[in-house]
């Protein structure tokens, strides 16, 4: 498998796993007690940092295709540019969260869960639109040695 299909997998399974954290917190928030609200907390935290990581990796690997978003225009191009600005949203409002906000129950906190909520759709979409490539690419039987 070449290593951009497993950085793509990396960021699928992050990404779930960041949802699904960040929905727990917002559960717990409301439901449960701020020991629970704190513990998920650390796990998002630590899951979104591995994440940022593996985003790392998908720009390195996509470098020209982002420098080519700026001289082209497309329907498809345009989804991937507020996916990247609806990320941008989304890292910013954490770590502004992380900086400034203590305890749980902010309204920075609920910009940042509504921002997620976005961002995740939008890249839902993005999935979508490219599952049968990432499928063809993960059934490959090409090997390329890789640190990922």
């Keep these: 498998m070449k290593p951009i299909f497993k950085t ?14 960040g929905v727990s917190i917002h559960f717990a928030h409301h439901f449960l007690s701020h020991g629970v609200w704190h513990n998920w907390s650390i796990v998002h935290i630590i899951i979104n940092i591995l994440l940022l990581i593996f ?12 420098k080519a978003l700026v001289k082209k225009s497309s329907f498809r191009k345009k989804i991937s540019f507020f996916i990247m600005m609806a990320f941008i949203a ?11 906000c203590k305890g749980q129950g902010s309204h920075a906190g609920l910009v940042h869960y509504y921002l997620g909520i976005i961002f995740s759709v939008l890249v839902i979409i993005h999935v979508a639109r490219r599952f049968k490539v990432l499928i063809k ?12």
Excluded: E, M
């Design 55 to 66: 985003v790392g990796f998908h720009v390195k690997q996509h470098w020209g295709w982002f």
């Design 137 to 148: 690419g993960i059934k490959s039987k090409k090997y390329i040695p890789t640190l990922l």
């Design 8 to 21: 793509d997998l990396a960021l699928i399974v992050l990404g779930l796993l960041s949802l699904t954290t």
């Design 90 to 100: 989304v890292v910013l409002s954490g770590a502004f969260l992380l900086v400034f």
